[in-house]
């Protein structure tokens, strides 16, 4: 079987996050045990072999000390317009075939990221999430359930919003068989 040839974007990820890893002085052990990943994936990311999930990347970002949109495609400088590139579609989590369109992936200012995510009934569910500071969420169609630990669930549907910490352990999941977007806005951090 032979494997697929590396994208372009694959290997800007890969080359991005090793890049940060050398700064930082961080082995590719130290940084495997800090984030949670295995060290064969962490070096199949690296080479450009594969491409990370939104919640890799918000764990190798938190085991570095970086904003998670450093690794992330920027659509445009900040307070420019920009229609040169579409969107960057990633994999929410390595479990769940859950696709989120990158809005504004945070990058250096790290003050707002926003992601545009696709839910589709038997793809999976995204796991538990936290990372710092706050998330605005609002049903664009559909309906979803958001779980935030502590809390009692919520389910929200087109055209209602929800607001909560992002450091308290959390998921947004298909409520239904009809697909559902939602907008994702987090601040701070």
Known sequence: ???PEPTPEAIEVGRVIRACRKQRG???A???TRSGLSQPFLSQLERGLATPSLTSIYRIAEA???APGTFLRAPGEPGTVSHERDPQV???SEAAGQIARV???GGSSALME???HHFEPGLGERGWFRHPGEDFLYVLSGAVVLEVEGEEPLTLTAGRSAHHRGDLPHRCRLFGDEPARTLLVTAGG
Do not use: N
């Open 1 to 3: 079987m032979t494997r």
């Open 26 to 28: 961080v082995t590719m």
């Open 30 to 32: 130290a940084l495997a």
């Open 64 to 66: 570095l000390d970086v």
């Open 90 to 92: 990633i994999r929410v």
């Open 103 to 105: 809005l504004i992936p």
């Open 114 to 116: 926003a992601y545009e």
